[in-house]
């Protein structure tokens, strides 16, 4: 029990916080909103633990696939059957199965379409109806018994005829056919993600989300079923690919998975240099720009059918040419593991600053981030030079055939560091855009400054000034990519996410003790599918840290930080006491450095803990010295959206 004395002292330290507050009652800082004594996160359980890892009863389902596909490039039409082994692994019985069929958005009047995220790029012109024509869809070895199904824009539902138990699969094929799609925008990136360069030797086809492919179904939403519009990519099931593509004889074909017929579709000399340079430590041209234009570079028959194998993927993309120079060379990772890097460009291309860098941009890109971060899975990757900005697939990018210089360095290392995020680490990229492109342009930052001596750390990539990654307008980060404005999806799901973790790293955590709970994450993670929640927790419990004041400000909300100089108090001869005052509703560790009279600068540090009780801070100078200014974060750190009250200077 109290005794009155220490009643008393309780009563006077409250009237004195309650002046405080009466003070600062126009600041916008509440404590408990980012210290509460309530988890912020949702709890663990069985099947996602407190602890941000998989837990005992993690379950996922798997997907594997047998295609058979062709390409008629007189009238761009892609024909094909998939043949997909269907594993329940989920606690479940499963009397129905999803599947996204993201070539409808192509359909006139898909919702895509509807939504605006997609235009036609000239209405005059006459265009093929996109989207898939669905030839049926039987139990696989049974050519009579056909399953029905339902197709919803983007989806289709497949009706099983018996209850798909826990622990068993299914075996379906699905014949279908689309027209190329051409003449499409996508209205916000400006972009396809499937589409046909036109160049002098020609066509060079993109072609990806070619087949019909399974809806996750996970233990935190079930059926993963959101519509493809256009802004949000993918979220999906992993599996074994066997892919059989089937094209002109005079094309070039690359893909995601290895090549498993060299000899059927390779002239004898292109053969011999493909297996050179599975040895070869230099980059060896299978095809040379003189080669493009001579028949005699390919087969001299009608078609040629490319067989593919890829495992543990959750895609699959190819592509295919005439007009390709084609290269490849082979080196080896931190692990030991070789993998083979190729690069396939028209010779539009052929530039010293451009495509004729790919090898050694591949090499150096996945060098790095397997050593970094995770090692590289795939036993070769694929960089073909395209109409498109940059698209990324497992072992296989898409980048822009016109980027020189530092752009060009940029999108190849982004689009290949998308390999770990989300090729490895299966995030749902139809919600949660950020965890794979922030993320990713997160570990691209550190690989630029680590790229040949520093050559393109001078250059920006696009990047938008600090205090537009925090204009009150801005949506959170969490925001699903379909709901966003178009102007705010780079800065928002890219920039504000890489530098927000660049702050934990660099700032907060430190970089080692950052790596490693990064590294453990994505380990962890590695072919599953984590949710944002999971991050938060893993990185809490590698730190030691409660990092739910970080989280809610820069992810969950679109707080702002304004740390404001309130007071300074220099009496002669005694320690000077600075005041702070948070002005926004975001709480960061404070730097304040403060210049004596003498010119002697004294530089201080404050944990965030500072603000865990109020939202004004007061400290005194170590010198007993007259003060001459102050000045908040100056090297300007931290996102203060108001730098005009961070400084104090004595008047004279």
Partial sequence: MLIPLQKIKLIIIFLCL?????????????????????????????????????????????ADYVIDVALDDKTNVITGTAT????????????????????????????????????YQDPEKTTPDGGYQIDGVKLAGNKTEDIKYHIYDTRMQLELAQPLLSGQAISFSIRYRYNFPVNYKNADFLVNRTDILPTKNGNIYAVAQLYPRMCVLDDIEGWNTLPYLGNGEFYLEYGNFRVNITVPSGFIVESSGDLLNPEEVLTPTALKRWQAAKQSDLPVQI???????????????????????????????????????WEMENFKLFNGKRVMGSSLYPVESEKQGSWKRSSEYIKFTLQHFSEKWFPYPYNKAVNVASNLDGMEYPGMVFCSAKDTGNMYFAVVNHELGHTWFPMVVGSNERKYAWMDEGFNMFIDKIATKAFNKGEFIGYVEIDSPLDSLF?????????????????????????????????????????ERFDRAFRKYIRDWAYKHPTPWDFFRSIDSSAGEDLTWFWKSMFLENYRLDQKITKVESPAGAQPSITIENMEKAAMPLVVEITYTDGLKEHREFPVEIWEYSGVYTFTGDKKAAVAKVIIDPDKIYPDVDRSNNGYVVKK
């Fill in 84 to 119: 997909i082994t269907y594993t329940n692994n989920s606690p479940k019985a499963l009397s129905a199965l999803w599947l996204q069929l993201e070539q409808n958005v192509f359909k006139k009047d898909s919702r895509g379409i509807q939504s605006k995220l997609f235009l």
């Fill in 287 to 325: 095809r040379t720009a003189k080669e493009v234009t001579d028949p005699s570079s390919r087969p001299a028959k009608v078609t040629c059918t490319w067989k593919f194998k890829l495992d543990n993927s959750r895609d699959f993309a190819w592509t295919a040419s005439r007009s390709f120079i």
């Fill in 471 to 511: 204009a009150g307008k801005l949506l959170p980060i969490v925001t699903r990519p379909d709901a966003l404005p178009g102007n705010q999806v780079y800065p928002l799901q890219y920039q504000k996410v890489s530098y927000s973790l660049a702050l934990l790293r660099n700032q907060i955590l430190g970089p």
């Fill in 18 to 62: 309650l002046a405080t507050d009466i003070a600062s009652a126009q600041t916008k800082y509440h404590p408990s909103d980012l210290f509460p004594a309530q988890p912020l996160l949702p709890p663990g359980n069985s099947y996602r633990t407190a602890t941000g890892e998989p837990g005992p009863a993690y379950w996922q389902n798997k």
